[in-house]
């Protein structure tokens, strides 16, 4: 049995460092672009085929390759050549064990980010945790509330919508933890909803977990938005080409420079009236921003130090990228229940020894159209004034034993400083968990009650971390990452103002560079971000074209 590796979903953005060539796809033509879109995540492919949509002439842009048979992808399952392991939900909890992982991570990024065509959507847990209305209406300037970006949503659901019953015959599969955990849920006077057609409901609430699953594989624009844009002649595709910097003319970015998969550098244009939208996620869309003079100085000096060709002193544009990081701190809750159930047997999935659940799938039935996990709960608390709400992802992770991978997420107050080192990677110069007295106190004060709830005459019994200080002492990257170039008003290049892109998202202090990615998002969603991600992307690139 493989072991369990994973705490967390993966960031959404596609910093991509993959080094594998057995995959190929389509080559740009050396032609100028009406857009250069750079990372070819859930924002990238989103932005790029809505601009396709629109009529305009475009290049994305992405370093790794691709996950599926579709996208060049050869590594498929011994039993279905049409599928790789990454596209079989019943494998996603297994994923940090298979081969495609290695190949698939950044090895340069401060945190995990994924490197392949889909970022982190082509290799998370799938949690698809549809946004509340308050998510949007705290920390989100004017024009960007719920109710201006629920037309957004509205369009990313309308093709990929998620789903809490992937099974084609309607049936839940597997649900021995669920059954466990809902009985000791509704005792504490919980409410069980939809959390996807119940999105505002996120205090002591429990839900059948939504996925983001669709025809009984994993979906993400990859499936959803890349085909479309693919049938126009007017998109053009590069994978195995690494963005290094922006070309500058002062306000006025005229293309990228990067290295393509031979490990040559060449020089990509826009055409004169062009634009540049950065969606290389949240980690590493501030590394092409320092190596082309957009940022803290500090971190652009770093950038030449690296050898990387910043422009001239004069030309550079002094925004707080990377300052005011934001993630999910995870906290791992190990508890063994009176229940009776266990893990999937995956080394039988992938071998095709487990002729059951195979023959199942193959009517588009049973376990391994579903994902990892068997629950997911939300609650909240209110300390010093301000109300912090948590998920709770539950999976088995042994004969009778849940993990509950529980995120402290929306309100929190911690932030960190994303920066650069001098070899090209980004760092954390301050890490971004627990940063606030308020926070701590928040964490803990949940801790001590999912304690007392947990073993106050369950029966249950705490595993691994048994005690409120060995749990907190469990902290772990989210790997949610958000705000290292954050979308406001307040134009960073002036005061206090902590801006990178205005409302509009470009870039403070240049004509035609625009970013679409979560490093923008000024808060942190209430659960996984990858549903938030792509309604983001849906808005912004909205915005882009209303300006011509």
Known sequence: MRPFLLAGLLATGSAIGATASRHAHASAQS?????????????GIITAER????????????????????????????????????????????????????????????GYAAC???????????????????????????????????????????????TILPSADGKRYDQGLYTVLSNFFSKLGWKSVDMITQPNEKHEVYSYPAWNIK????????????????KSDNFHLRLGTKVLRLLRSGSQVTGVEVENASGARENITIASNGRVVLSAGALSTPRILFNSGIGPSSQIEIAEESGVTVPPKK?????????????????SIIVKTNGTYGLPDYDAIVNGSDTTDISLYAKGSGLLTEGKHRMIFFTSNDIDGQTRYYQGSCAPTGTDEVTITAYMTHGLTSSGVLGLST?????????????????RAAATAFIEQMITDLTDSTGFTLQTYTNVTQILGSVSPGMHYTTTAKLGTDDGRYGNGTSVVDTNTKVYGTDNLFIVDGSIHPDLPTGNIQATIMVVAEAAVARILALE
């Open 31 to 43: 032609d100028a672009y009406d857009y250069i879109i750079v990372g070819g995540g859930p924002s």
């Open 51 to 110: 601009l396709v949509e629109a009529n305009k002439k475009v290049l994305l842009l992405e370093r790794g390759y691709g996950p599926t048979v579709a996208t060049g992808a050869n590594d498929t399952l011994s039993w279905n050549k049409t599928l790789t392991p990454i596209d079989l939900p019943g494998l996603s909890a297994d994923i940090g064990a298979l081969p495609q992982w290695d190949e698939y991570i950044c090895t340069d990024t401060a």
């Open 116 to 162: 392949v065509l889909g970022g982190g959507v082509t290799v998370n847990y799938m949690v698809f945790v549809h946004p509340p209305d308050r998510d949007f209406n705290d920390k989100w300037p004017k024009g960007w509330k719920w109710d201006d970006v629920k037309s957004a949503a509205d369009r990313l659901y309308e093709r990929n919508p998620g």
């Open 215 to 230: 025809d009984q594989v994993r979906a993400g624009p990859v499936r959803t938005y890349l085909p479309l844009a693919e």
């Open 315 to 331: 030309e550079w544009i002094n925004l707080p990228v990377g300052i005011g990081a934001k993630d999910h701190p995870i906290f």
């Open 423 to 439: 070899d090209g990677s980004t760092v954390w110069d301050e890490k971004p968990y627990l940063t606030t007295a308020g926070d």
